[in-house]
């Protein structure tokens, strides 16, 4: 069984070093993580649609909020687990929350990349992770699998 653990732990170091050197290459720290977490959910306050609904969920809650996302970001672009939350989960009961509002929470992430990413890769690779990103949080919250049925669509 150690040597079962030690392989395991071997893995995941790999995985994080491997990570590490992928981010630092294109130009990515925790620097960078922490300005673009506070950059981009600035604008998201003063974002005439998305302010309101982030600010009535987390009023009260920023800095929290902000620590937590800087730590999703680290753990996505470094595998380093530093977040341990249920995204899902958390945007489940968001009052307001619609689907329409995540392209303009994409768009809004890719001006703030296109002002501070440091290269282009960085800009591709955080707008890919934040599309996928949208796209499962979208399925997860809003997503009807009774609208595939081929009935609804002859109507």
Not at 4 to 19: C, K, T
Not at 87 to 105: D, I, R
Not at 132 to 150: E, G, K, Q, V
């Amino acid at each position: 069984m150690d040597t079962e653990l030690q392989g395991r732990a071997a893995h995941i170091a790999a995985i994080r070093e491997g990570a590490e050197a992928e981010m630092k290459a294109i130009g990515i720290d925790q620097a960078f993580i922490s300005t673009l977490v506070e950059t981009f959910y600035g604008r998201v306050l003063a974002h005439v649609e998305l302010g309101p609904v982030f600010d009535a969920r987390l009023s009260g809650r920023w800095p929290e909020h902000m620590e937590k996302m800087k730590s999703f970001w680290s753990a996505v672009a470094f595998r380093n687990g530093a977040y341990g939350g249920k995204p899902v989960q958390a945007h489940h009961g968001v009052s307001n929350l619609t689907a329409e509002l995540f392209p303009k929470w994409l768009e809004l992430f890719a001006a703030t990349l296109d002002d501070i990413a440091p290269s282009r890769e960085a800009k591709d690779w955080f707008m890919a992770t934040a599309e996928r990103i949208a796209r499962s949080l979208t399925l997860s919250l809003f997503y009807n699998p009774a609208m595939d049925d081929p009935a609804l669509k002859q109507a």
